[in-house]
């Protein structure tokens, strides 16, 4: 069974600087999609990036991107130049692909100090 | 993507009685996905519901407790039934996007005292 797991359950960081949260996870597919979602204490989940397991080039959206280690099974977040709008908790998740489920792991609730 | 409409919001039941939810989506969509996630704690996947047949149950959640209907491409509701003070939890539905992943309505957070 695919297992995602999240190491850190907090972190905190200066605002304006850059932190990184980790991800790895267990598979035995070659085909599959990775995702971090971050869900606000207003407990909307919204989609921060997502990657294909076949693409070798990591992900970026604006302040975010990741650092896809396919033979390691480990993917994690860069948030640069930290917003206090960043703090949130944060989901790593897993499907495979043409499959109908999710699989996230436990989150890491980030906390940016101004 | 596909943008969805959940509601209640929130909602403060008695036990022994039963809730709602409902998830519209401003697009047809094939499959719609239930999570449960409790305090302090992941998502977990509930069910999954394909219009026109019987939702499929992940393991541990039963029909009996979580009954689900589909009758469109664009609609869903999620039934707490018989609710104890274990279901206190933030519900949510979701839709999958065509690049992959999954949009997730605003979520429903239930108290049952």
């Known amino acids: 069974a695919q297992t995602v797991t999240q190491s850190q359950p907090e972190m905190s960081v200066q605002e304006a600087e850059t932190v990184t949260l980790s991800c790895t996870y267990d598979?035995?597919?070659?085909?599959?999609?990775l995702f971090w979602y971050k869900q606000p204490p207003s407990r909307q989940m919204i989609l921060v990036i997502r990657?294909?397991?076949?693409?070798?080039q990591n992900a970026t959206e604006n302040r975010f991107s990741v650092n896809f280690q396919k033979a390691a099974k480990s993917f994690s977040l860069k948030i640069s130049d930290s917003q206090l709008g960043d703090a949130a908790m944060y989901f790593c998740?897993?499907?495979?692909?043409?499959?109908?489920?999710?699989?996230f792991g436990q989150g890491t609730r980030l906390t940016i100090n101004p | 993507s596909a943008v969805i409409s959940q509601k209640p919001s929130r909602d403060i039941c008695q036990r022994g009685t039963s809730l709602t939810i409902q998830c519209q989506v401003d697009?047809?969509?094939?499959?719609m996905f239930w999570y449960r996630q409790q305090p302090g704690q992941s998502l977990t996947l509930i069910a999954t519901?394909?219009?026109?047949?019987?939702?499929?149950?992940e393991s541990g959640f039963v029909i009996d407790k979580f009954p689900i209907s589909r009758p469109n491409l664009t609609f869903s509701t999620l039934t707490v039934s018989n609710m104890s003070p274990e279901d206190s939890s933030i519900y949510l539905c979701?839709?999958?996007?065509?690049?992959?992943?999954?949009?997730f309505g605003s979520g429903t957070r239930l108290t049952v005292v």
């Open positions: 598979t035995s597919e070659s085909d599959y999609y």
């Open positions: 519901a394909n219009q026109g047949s019987e939702a499929t149950y």
């Open positions: 998740a897993y499907h495979r692909e043409g499959a109908q489920k999710l699989v």
């Open positions: 697009s047809q969509v094939t499959m």
């Open positions: 979701s839709v999958g996007l065509t690049r992959g992943g999954y949009t």
């Open positions: 990657q294909e397991a076949y693409k070798q």
